[in-house]
C-alpha cells in the first residue's frame, strides 16, 4: 500500500469493529472512530474518536465527512430486546448520513445468514440455521439479510457488503483468505470459518484496493 487513508469506523468497540480497527491502525491509516460511549477506546496514534449515536443520521454524517471511506460494522447487540427493528433502523440512518456526509465508499459488515446454500436459498431461511443459532440471533440476522436486499437498490453510494461465513471465531492472523461471492463457503462437509482477525485484513484489502463496488462478497480461511 503506497497511499494513507483516512477511514471512518462505525461499531469500532464490538467483535468485528475492534479487529478492524486494529487492522487499520496496524497498516498505518488515519481512523475516525464514531462510537456511544468514547471511554471504551484507549488513545492510539492515528486514532480520534467521536462521540455519537449510529442511528442519528446527522451525527453519522458528521462523524465521516471528509474522509476517504467508511467501515459499517454496527451491531446495537444481540441481546437487545427488539434487535431486528434496531439492527434496520441503524443501518438506514448510517447510509442516510453517509449520503449527506457527500463519501461515497461504503463497506458494510453484514452476516453469513444471507449466504445462499442452494438456488433461491439463503442460510438463514434453512431449519438448520435456526437450529443451531441461538434464538436471540436469528433476527440479527435476518435484518442483515434484509439489509443486503436493499442496498442491492443503491445507485449512489459505490457500496460493498461484506458476509462473514459461518464460523467466526477470536483466533490468530495468518494474513490469508480464501475469496468467495453469493454462496456459503464450505470446508469439506462443513461450512469453513475464519478468525475475526482475517476477516478484518480481507475487510482493509477491500478498502484499499476496491473489488467488489456494488457487490457482496464472502471469506474464510
Known amino acids: 500500500m503506497s497511499k494513507t487513508l483516512h477511514i471512518a469506523l462505525i461499531g469500532p468497540t ?37 462521540q455519537g449515536e449510529a442511528t442519528d443520521a446527522a451525527q453519522v454524517a458528521h462523524a465521516v465527512a471528509g474522509t476517504d471511506a467508511i467501515v459499517n460494522a454496527y451491531n446495537p447487540g444481540w441481546d437487545h430486546p427488539d434487535l431486528y427493528a434496531e439492527f434496520r433502523r441503524g443501518t438506514d440512518a448510517i447510509l442516510t448520513g453517509v449520503k449527506q ?7 458494510m459488515v453484514g452476516g453469513a ?3 445462499f446454500v442452494a438456488p433461491g436459498v439463503q442460510l438463514v431461511d434453512t431449519p438448520a440455521f435456526v437450529e443451531a443459532v441461538p434464538p436471540n440471533i436469528v433476527p440479527g440476522a435476518q435484518a442483515a439479510r434484509d439489509a443486503l436486499t436493499e442496498l442491492r ?14 464460523m467466526l471465531a477470536p483466533g490468530e492472523r495468518l494474513g490469508r483468505y480464501r475469496l468467495g461471492g453469493e454462496d456459503l463457503l464450505m470446508d469439506g462437509d462443513h461450512p469453513a470459518g475464519i478468525s475475526v482477525a482475517d476477516l478484518a485484513v480481507a475487510i482493509v484489502d477491500e478498502i484499499e484496493t476496491p473489488k467488489h463496488v456494488r457487490q457482496r462478497f464472502t471469506v474464510s480461511s
Open 153 to 166: 437498490k443503491e445507485s449512489v453510494l459505490e457500496w460493498s457488503f461484506v458476509s462473514p461465513p459461518a
Open 14 to 50: 464490538g467483535f468485528v469493529g475492534a479487529a478492524v480497527l486494529d487492522e487499520l491502525l496496524s497498516r498505518g491509516h488515519r481512523v475516525t472512530a464514531l462510537a456511544r460511549n468514547p471511554a471504551k477506546l484507549a488513545p492510539r496514534e492515528g486514532l480520534t474518536v467521536v
Open 113 to 115: 445468514g444471507s449466504l
Open 101 to 107: 456526509s457527500g463519501v461515497r465508499r461504503v463497506l
